[in-house]
């Protein structure tokens, strides 16, 4: 055993002991991310490295204090990427802080989320022991998917240590198209295209001084993608332009994004089909209607809330300057805080682990 992976178990065991919170960090980059940070720094950077990558295979092995730039410049040398561009939001994200936040970007919705590329992993619980779920292949059925249970879960089940990802070629095809439309006709054209076969990959909605703009971005054969330029119409963008902008909504720093002025950035989560909802201020739609963002004052956080949840979906407070925000994750329902609550038990016992930082009780 490496170094530095066992004196990282050596600490989890010691702070179980004098159940100590640690709080699991890897470049730091999403502590805006959840609900509260607490307890003793535990640095994951030293783990560092591609373990194992074999093109042919698609499955890449890296330890999860990996800077996720280095694991996607490692990616592209081979012409491949992982397909749910996963946002950075600062240069030190790590591969763990990835699965971790189970966050994913504009391709989301064409492409799956983190979890759906999670073949395995290892991890520390909250007894200290390293523990191995899933494997190195794609067609792994044994047991629980106890892998994909981890992304998303904020680091309050254990602490990453190596990951196992499958990834994908990088299409040869791509094209970017614009259309002036309203928001109500931005969602209906997109609901349509999503029946239709068609390289759909990512879009993007949003109003400027009045005027609504959809982006659609497509990815395939090229074939294919010419021929859905041709059949979708709208304007053409230079690629020169399209990349940059679909980098910068991955990072949140599109001119939209940076202009919060003292107000809360909330994300819905909604149904595809969901219609134009009732918010303070036109959204921008990304994931083809299926995620929208809102910048609102913290008297308006409710009607936000309640807009979500009315039309099936939740919402999330998901920056804010207020140091005193609370419940920024829509509660869980009775039975599924019950169902979390055994799970962070049987993984950490003590509750040392990230206490807070997804829900309160966790």
């Known amino acids: 055993m490496e170094p530095a992976l066992a004196n990282l178990i050596a600490r989890v065991r010691t702070a179980a002991q004098e159940r100590r ?26 783990l560092r490295g591609v373990v194992n990558y074999e093109p042919s295979e698609l499955v890449v092995t890296v330890r999860a204090g990996t800077p996720l730039a280095e694991l996607e410049q490692v990616l592209a040398g081979a012409g491949q990427s992982l397909p749910f561009e996963p946002p950075h939001f600062g240069p030190g994200a790590t591969v763990g802080g990835m699965v971790a936040a ?41 047991g629980y998917d106890v892998s994909r249970l981890m992304a998303g879960a904020m680091g309050t089940l ?17 094209a970017t198209l614009r259309f002036e439309l309203s928001q109500a006709q931005a969602l209906e054209r997109l609901n349509a295209w999503g029946g239709q076969p068609l390289p759909l990959n990512a879009s993007r909605w949003s109003a400027e001084g009045g005027a609504g703009t959809l982006f659609l971005r497509l990815r395939g054969a090229v074939a294919a993608v010419d021929a859905a330029c041709r059949t979708l119409g709208g304007e053409r963008v230079d690629a020169a332009q399209a990349t940059p902008d679909w980098l910068a909504c991955r990072e949140q720093r599109l001119p939209w994004f940076t202009t919060l002025e003292g107000r809360d950035l909330w994300r819905l989560s909604v149904p595809q089909t969901a219609p134009v909802l009732d918010l303070p201020e036109a959204p921008c739609v990304e994931w083809h209607g299926a995620q929208r963002w809102v910048r609102v004052t913290p008297e308006q956080g409710a009607q936000v809330r309640e807009a979500a949840l009315a039309v099936g979906g939740h919402a999330t407070l998901f920056r804010t300057s207020r140091a005193d925000a609370t419940h920024r994750l829509t509660p869980l329902a009775p039975a599924l805080a019950t169902l979390h609550e055994r799970l962070k038990r049987q993984f950490d016992p003590a509750g040392i682990f990230n206490r807070g930082r997804l829900y309160a009780q966790l």
């Open 158 to 174: 254990g602490l990453l240590t190596e990951l196992s990802l499958k990834v994908l070629p990088v299409p040869p095809g791509e």
């Open 102 to 142: 189970g966050l994913s970007g504009p391709a989301r919705a064409s492409v799956g989320a983190v979890r759906d590329y999670v073949l395995g992993l290892n991890l520390v619980n909250g007894r200290g022991e390293h523990l191995v779920f899933g494997g190195q292949v794609m067609k792994n059925v044994a």
């Open 21 to 46: 919170p640690l709080r699991i960090r890897g470049g730091g980059s999403k502590d805006f991310y959840g609900e509260r940070l607490e307890g003793e720094l535990l640095d994951t950077r030293e």
